[in-house]
Protein backbone atom coordinates (compact mmCIF):
# COMPACT_ATOMS: atom_id res chain seq x y z
CA UNK A 1 0.00 0.00 0.00
CA UNK A 2 1.20 3.61 -0.90
CA UNK A 3 0.81 5.58 1.70
CA UNK A 4 0.82 9.56 0.41
CA UNK A 5 1.08 11.15 4.33
CA UNK A 6 2.16 9.33 7.44
CA UNK A 7 1.73 10.80 10.99
CA UNK A 8 2.45 9.08 14.64
CA UNK A 9 -0.94 7.25 14.29
CA UNK A 10 -2.01 7.77 11.00
CA UNK A 11 -1.65 6.98 7.47
CA UNK A 12 -3.20 8.56 4.33
CA UNK A 13 -3.94 7.23 1.10
CA UNK A 14 -5.69 6.51 -2.07
CA UNK A 15 -9.03 4.89 -1.92
CA UNK A 16 -9.51 1.21 -3.06
CA UNK A 17 -12.70 -0.47 -4.44
CA UNK A 18 -12.40 -2.30 -1.39
CA UNK A 19 -12.99 0.41 1.12
CA UNK A 20 -16.02 0.97 -0.48
CA UNK A 21 -18.43 -0.68 2.03
CA UNK A 22 -16.59 1.08 5.20
CA UNK A 23 -16.91 4.43 3.54
CA UNK A 24 -20.34 3.66 2.85
CA UNK A 25 -20.96 2.64 6.53
CA UNK A 26 -19.16 5.70 7.88
CA UNK A 27 -21.05 7.86 6.07
CA UNK A 28 -24.46 6.60 7.36
CA UNK A 29 -23.09 6.86 11.11
CA UNK A 30 -25.47 9.44 12.92
CA UNK A 31 -22.75 11.68 13.88
CA UNK A 32 -21.43 12.37 10.31
CA UNK A 33 -25.20 12.53 8.57
CA UNK A 34 -25.64 15.27 11.12
CA UNK A 35 -22.31 17.63 10.11
CA UNK A 36 -22.31 16.35 6.93
CA UNK A 37 -25.44 15.22 5.50
CA UNK A 38 -24.87 16.07 1.86
CA UNK A 39 -21.52 13.41 2.21
CA UNK A 40 -23.96 9.93 2.76
CA UNK A 41 -23.96 8.29 0.50
CA UNK A 42 -27.61 5.95 -1.17
CA UNK A 43 -25.60 2.76 -1.24
CA UNK A 44 -22.42 1.01 -1.35
CA UNK A 45 -22.52 1.15 -5.45
CA UNK A 46 -22.87 4.92 -4.95
CA UNK A 47 -19.86 4.99 -1.97
CA UNK A 48 -17.78 2.80 -5.29
CA UNK A 49 -18.44 5.39 -7.68
CA UNK A 50 -17.49 8.18 -5.82
CA UNK A 51 -14.31 6.10 -4.48
CA UNK A 52 -13.19 5.76 -8.41
CA UNK A 53 -13.52 9.06 -9.37
CA UNK A 54 -11.18 10.19 -6.17
CA UNK A 55 -8.74 7.45 -6.74
CA UNK A 56 -8.64 9.06 -10.31
CA UNK A 57 -8.21 12.40 -9.21
CA UNK A 58 -5.68 11.35 -6.41
CA UNK A 59 -3.59 9.46 -9.56
CA UNK A 60 -4.16 12.70 -11.45
CA UNK A 61 -2.49 14.81 -8.38
CA UNK A 62 -5.56 17.10 -9.45
CA UNK A 63 -8.95 18.46 -7.48
CA UNK A 64 -11.00 16.77 -5.79
CA UNK A 65 -7.97 15.33 -3.72
CA UNK A 66 -9.79 13.41 -1.14
CA UNK A 67 -8.10 10.55 0.93
CA UNK A 68 -8.58 7.47 2.80
CA UNK A 69 -7.58 7.85 6.48
CA UNK A 70 -6.00 4.77 8.08
CA UNK A 71 -5.34 4.14 11.71
CA UNK A 72 -1.61 2.82 12.14
CA UNK A 73 -2.17 0.15 15.19
CA UNK A 74 -4.79 -1.62 13.20
CA UNK A 75 -4.90 -0.81 9.60
CA UNK A 76 -8.53 0.46 10.36
CA UNK A 77 -9.88 3.06 7.64
CA UNK A 78 -11.77 5.36 10.30
CA UNK A 79 -12.49 8.09 8.17
CA UNK A 80 -11.16 10.63 5.20
CA UNK A 81 -10.54 13.86 4.02
CA UNK A 82 -9.92 15.91 1.23
CA UNK A 83 -9.63 19.61 -0.63
CA UNK A 84 -11.57 20.80 -3.60
CA UNK A 85 -11.39 24.06 -5.03
CA UNK A 86 -13.91 26.96 -4.54
CA UNK A 87 -15.59 27.62 -7.67
CA UNK A 88 -15.03 31.09 -9.59
CA UNK A 89 -11.77 31.68 -7.49
CA UNK A 90 -8.71 30.48 -8.72
CA UNK A 91 -5.66 29.01 -5.93
CA UNK A 92 -8.88 29.20 -2.89
CA UNK A 93 -9.83 25.72 -1.78
CA UNK A 94 -11.91 24.06 0.76
CA UNK A 95 -10.62 21.56 3.37
CA UNK A 96 -12.95 18.96 4.60
CA UNK A 97 -12.51 15.98 7.24
CA UNK A 98 -14.42 13.66 9.13
CA UNK A 99 -13.47 11.02 11.75
CA UNK A 100 -15.91 7.94 12.25
CA UNK A 101 -17.68 7.67 15.41
CA UNK A 102 -15.54 5.51 17.00
CA UNK A 103 -12.82 7.12 17.19
CA UNK A 104 -13.83 10.69 17.70
CA UNK A 105 -12.37 12.53 20.88
CA UNK A 106 -8.76 11.42 20.83
CA UNK A 107 -7.21 14.18 18.99
CA UNK A 108 -7.29 11.78 15.55
CA UNK A 109 -8.95 14.88 13.41
CA UNK A 110 -6.64 17.13 14.26
CA UNK A 111 -3.83 15.65 13.64
CA UNK A 112 -5.30 14.24 10.29
CA UNK A 113 -5.72 18.26 9.94
CA UNK A 114 -2.84 19.40 10.23
CA UNK A 115 -0.93 16.85 8.67
CA UNK A 116 -2.99 17.16 4.90
CA UNK A 117 -3.17 21.09 5.64
CA UNK A 118 0.73 20.82 5.39
CA UNK A 119 0.73 18.32 2.38
CA UNK A 120 -1.51 20.56 0.48
CA UNK A 121 0.81 23.55 1.38
CA UNK A 122 3.47 21.54 -0.16
CA UNK A 123 1.94 19.81 -3.19
CA UNK A 124 -0.75 22.43 -4.79
CA UNK A 125 -0.98 25.84 -5.65
CA UNK A 126 -3.32 27.02 -2.95
CA UNK A 127 -3.60 30.47 -1.97
CA UNK A 128 -5.83 30.40 0.97
CA UNK A 129 -7.25 27.54 2.64
CA UNK A 130 -10.76 27.12 3.84
CA UNK A 131 -12.89 25.55 6.26
CA UNK A 132 -16.34 25.31 6.38
CA UNK A 133 -18.35 24.38 9.56
CA UNK A 134 -22.36 24.05 10.47
CA UNK A 135 -23.78 26.17 13.18
CA UNK A 136 -23.41 24.32 16.72
CA UNK A 137 -20.38 22.10 15.79
CA UNK A 138 -18.06 22.99 18.15
CA UNK A 139 -15.77 20.09 18.22
CA UNK A 140 -15.07 20.78 14.30
CA UNK A 141 -14.65 24.34 15.23
CA UNK A 142 -11.78 23.07 18.29
CA UNK A 143 -9.87 21.38 15.34
CA UNK A 144 -9.66 24.19 12.86
CA UNK A 145 -9.06 26.86 15.74
CA UNK A 146 -5.85 24.17 16.83
CA UNK A 147 -4.40 23.81 13.55
CA UNK A 148 -4.46 27.64 13.02
CA UNK A 149 -7.49 28.30 11.36
CA UNK A 150 -9.41 32.15 12.06
CA UNK A 151 -12.74 32.54 11.68
CA UNK A 152 -13.75 35.17 9.43
CA UNK A 153 -17.13 34.99 8.73
CA UNK A 154 -20.69 33.31 8.60
CA UNK A 155 -22.16 31.95 5.30
CA UNK A 156 -25.96 31.78 5.08
CA UNK A 157 -27.78 29.94 2.01
CA UNK A 158 -25.37 27.87 1.11
CA UNK A 159 -26.76 24.52 -0.82
CA UNK A 160 -25.03 22.33 1.76
CA UNK A 161 -26.15 24.58 4.88
CA UNK A 162 -29.61 21.77 5.43
CA UNK A 163 -30.78 22.96 8.78
CA UNK A 164 -30.56 27.12 7.07
CA UNK A 165 -28.60 28.06 10.33
CA UNK A 166 -25.71 28.80 8.61
CA UNK A 167 -21.79 28.08 7.98
CA UNK A 168 -19.08 28.96 9.98
CA UNK A 169 -16.26 30.12 7.36
CA UNK A 170 -12.33 29.54 8.94
CA UNK A 171 -9.19 30.61 7.41
CA UNK A 172 -5.73 29.56 7.41
CA UNK A 173 -4.01 31.99 9.02
Not at 16 to 27: G, N
Not at 61 to 71: D, G, H, K, S
Not at 127 to 142: C, D, F, P, Q, W
Request: with cysteine.
Amino acid sequence: MKYIIETDRLRFRRFELSDAEELYKHHQEAELMKWIPNESYQDIAEAEGAIKFYADCVNKNQLPFVLAIELKENDKLIGDTGINEIEGKQGEVEIGYCICEGYQGNGLATEALKAVTDFISSHFEVKTLYGRIMHGNEASVKVMEKCGYNYINEEFGAEDDPYGKGMLIYRLA
